[in-house]
């Protein structure tokens, strides 16, 4: 049991002033593993007042020290590999494996890129008549999901600090015990007290104290379009910065000259990565419609053939959901899906066999659906895959489009400047062309109800800094 009971502030471990728990549980065994503070409001207050205090002298610093800390803590980090992806292999219930390359090795990486880019930025520059400085905005409020946790946290951690603002985090508190290992990694480097700080809690609760909070000056969120939608409301009051990296429903567009087993094939494993809980996720597939029925035979066989099971078995491809709360879900909407009449072409709602504890789902796929299902508009957020058909390019680019999300998308062709020039089409943040691999140093947010704002590379330091103009004589 890894029972925390203290908040990380102002460079030290604060009791909680919230006397409630929240429990922990591991997403495999269905046993509680752990238990985090549910901080209250007087909490969020004493942790945004210490960001605050840090902030004049933080500010100041120079990117070469910041960037400092920040190599500091990627060595650190790095030490405390296997803890770590074992801590969130449990919390969250993904493959061991892919744990150490997402949740240290991707985190590491983003120290170490975003603290090389705090040295090379430009922080000042000459317009005409005016000296243009960057500056940072100040104190943030950073809240994180559960899904891919360490990772979206030091998306917002890393470049903040670089930026020199002071942070209080909030990190999900379905899989909070990760980011309490980050505090303790910041706590052995020295950095100062009060530039990072901890709160666990509700999202109602502490989470909206904090987005109201005026000594807040910016609120960074990754999390449902939900809370986006929230948090901008209540942000609103005081006319806070927001950056939102929300949802999606992303499409994989499947062209006529692509190779379609390996188009299929890597179109399941972009559905089913972290069992469907993964915010890029492509989970609907737009084929044509001559080769629908190859399609469906291809993803039935994939998906039928993925081993789902003990996320720390080293043949397990897809681990549990994190909770019960979000198998329910998923599941509701697997059951929805068939009552509306699409065609079940791979898994189903009851668990996998021999798998009735723990929160599995079985990789899902359908077909046979229409446009106005719920299956298709609505991230489900789970191993469940929708095939579309399409008869014309034009067709297809118009499916692709039809969402009120904009996060991701990919297109598959045996023409690459074909593909690029269907992608140009597309209103999303992002589109892998083929099987283009993720890139840290790259833009990374959503079009329309994916989010407002960028992470990672230079656009993801700019998020942190306000811009003044100093006219010269
Ligand atoms: P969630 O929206 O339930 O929670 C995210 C965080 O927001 C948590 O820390 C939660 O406590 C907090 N929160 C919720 N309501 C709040 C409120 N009213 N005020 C303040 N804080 C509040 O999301 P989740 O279930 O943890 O994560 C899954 C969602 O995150 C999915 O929708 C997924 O697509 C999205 N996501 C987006 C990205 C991206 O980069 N675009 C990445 C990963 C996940």
Redesign the pocket.
């Given at each position: 049991m890894i029972e925390r009971t203290a908040h990380y502030i102002g460079g030290q471990w604060q009791p909680s002033i919230g006397t409630e728990t929240i429990p922990v549980v591991n997403a495999s065994t269905e046993q509680i593993m752990g238990s985090i503070p549910a901080g209250n409001a007087e909490d969020a207050d004493i942790a945004v007042r210490a960001a605050r205090a840090a902030f004049e002298s933080w500010s100041t610093t120079s990117p070469a020290q910041r960037a400092g800390y920040l190599k500091l803590a990627a060595e650190q980090l790095q030490l405390r590999q296997s803890e770590i992806a074992s801590l969130v292999s449990q919390e969250v219930g993904m493959p061991f494996a892919y744990s150490n390359v997402v949740q240290v090795g991707l985190p590491v990486q983003s120290l170490v890129s975003i603290a090389d880019l705090a040295l090379s930025f430009q922080f000042e520059k000459k317009v005409y008549n005016s000296l243009v400085v960057r500056e940072p905005v100040g104190v943030v409020v950073a809240?994180?999901?559960?899904?891919?946790p360490l990772h979206?946290i030091v998306a917002k951690v890393a470049p903040a600090l670089a930026a020199g603002c002071t942070i209080v985090l909030?990190?999900?508190?379905?899989a909070p015990l990760n980011a309490y290992i980050l505090a303790e990694v910041f706590e052995a480097i020295g950095l100062p007290p009060g530039v990072f700080n901890l709160v666990t809690g509700?999202?109602?609760g502490v989470?909206?104290t904090l987005?109201a909070h005026p000594e807040v000056d910016m609120v960074s969120?990754?999390?449902?379009?939900?809370?986006g939608r929230?948090?901008g409301a209540?942000a609103a009051d005081t006319i806070k910065r927001v950056s939102l990296?929300?949802?999606?429903k992303s499409p994989l567009l499947v062209l006529d000259d692509a190779d379609i087993t390996a188009a299929v094939s890597h179109g399941l494993s972009a559905c089913y990565l972290n069992s469907g809980q993964t915010?890029i996720a492509l989970t609907r597939m737009i084929v044509p419609r001559s080769k629908l029925a190859e399609v469906e035979a291809i993803a039935k066989v994939g998906a039928d053939s993925l081993v789902v099971g003990d996320p720390f078995d080293p043949a397990t491809v897809l681990g549990p959901l994190v909770s019960s709360t979000q198998r329910d879900r998923v599941v509701t909407y697997i059951e929805q899906a068939i009552a509306d009449g699409a065609r079940l072409v791979a898994g189903g709602p009851t668990p996998p066999e021999g798998l009735e504890t723990g929160f599995f789902v079985r990789p899902t796929v359908f077909s046979d659906v229409t446009p106005d299902m719920a299956i298709v508009r609505e991230?489900v957020?789970g191993p469940v895959l929708v095939i579309q058909p399409y008869d014309t390019e034009a067709e297809a680019i118009t499916l692709a489009n039809d969402s009120i999300f904009g996060?991701n998308a990919g297109v598959f062709s045996g023409d690459e400047q074909r593909a690029i020039s269907v992608a140009r089409r597309i209103r999303a943040g992002q589109v892998q062309i083929n099987d283009g691999a993720f890139n840290i140093h790259a833009p990374f947010g959503?079009y329309r109800q994916?989010?407002n704002g960028r992470e990672f590379g230079t656009w993801g330091l700019e998020e942190f800094l306000e811009t003044k103009s100093l006219q010269l004589p």
């Open positions: 809240i994180t999901p559960w899904n891919y979206q909030k990190p999900s508190e379905v509700t999202g109602t989470g909206e987005v969120l990754t999390g449902s379009t939900a809370a929230r948090i209540v990296e929300l949802g999606g915010c991230e957020f996060l959503g994916s989010g």
